[in-house]
């Protein structure tokens, strides 16, 4: 694995024993990597809400199970609120736990009697996502400037001079016009309407003449755009799909 100092890796595991055995184990595997251990929502939301070195980008391992009685699904799910780009590797001793991970975003599940040999591979993913990102959003208003994860956009709003973006926790507004804005964004950023812009990602449902977003917010689509988008759309599933 190329270019591991610019990453770190945050180990969810408060049992002494597995937390040890796991950072000597990712030690062997990824010298290189900074390995930061947490034992629950407390030191992880420390760990969220304090300073990052800039142009670091984090790796999740999180246990399912915690001794605590806390959930790693929940706590990757607050992971995603806070760094939506961060891949979320999770991992348990129990089989019938890998069912429960599809109900939130993540990259890799482990067995843990099978970690040593599963981990690379676990890692491997990791850095290819957190390589493979697109670069950030770069907004102006006023004297503010705000660098915003593609990843974490559901839509943008072109209201008079002003474009409102809809973010998972958070709408910012933007000087920059919606053209401007869709030449910094991947492909799966659509205009469907002259004041609109529908990131395909966070869509839940399209029904020809709006899109319901991830968040229950509904979008128009004007009839200029519907049978573009309707193939557009269609073409992007298909991709998503083929991922799977």
Same mark, same amino acid.
């Given at each position: 694995?190329? &270019?591991k100092k610019q990453y770190e890796l945050v180990l969810c595991e408060n049992d002494p024993l597995q937390r040890e055995d796991m950072i000597r184990i990712l030690s062997q595997l990824a010298p290189e990597l900074v390995i930061r251990p947490v034992t629950g929502s407390l030191e992880l939301q420390r760990l969220l809400q304090g300073p990052q070195t800039a142009g670091t980008k984090r790796i999740f391992l999180m246990d399912i199970v915690l001794d605590n009685g806390e959930d790693g699904i929940d706590l990757a799910r607050y992971i995603h609120r806070l760094d939506p780009g961060a891949p979320v590797i999770f991992m348990s001793a +129990? *089989?019938?736990? =890998?069912?429960? /991970? +599809? &109900?939130v975003e993540h990259c890799y599940f482990i067995y843990k009697p099978q970690k040593e040999?599963? *981990?690379? !591979? !676990? *890692? =491997?993913?990791a850095l290819r996502q957190l390589q493979d990102q697109p670069k950030p959003l770069v907004i102006h208003d006023g004297t503010a400037i705000y660098r915003v994860e593609p990843s974490s956009i *559901?839509?943008?709003?072109? /209201?008079r001079r002003c474009t409102f973006i809809t973010c998972r926790n958070r709408v910012l507004k933007a000087r920059e016009d919606l053209r401007t804005l869709l030449e910094q964004l991947p492909d799966s950023f659509v205009q469907c309407h002259r004041s609109y812009v529908v990131n395909y990602s966070m869509t839940a449902a399209f029904y020809g003449t709006e899109f319901e977003l991830a968040n229950g917010l509904r979008i128009p689509v004007s009839r200029a755009h519907q049978a573009e988008i309707r193939h557009s759309y269609s073409r992007f599933l298909l991709q998503e799909e083929s991922l799977c």
């Open positions: 694995m190329e &270019d +129990y *089989l019938e736990k =890998s069912c429960e /991970v +599809y &109900d040999q599963r *981990l690379k !591979a !676990a *890692l =491997s993913r *559901l839509c943008m709003e072109r /209201v």
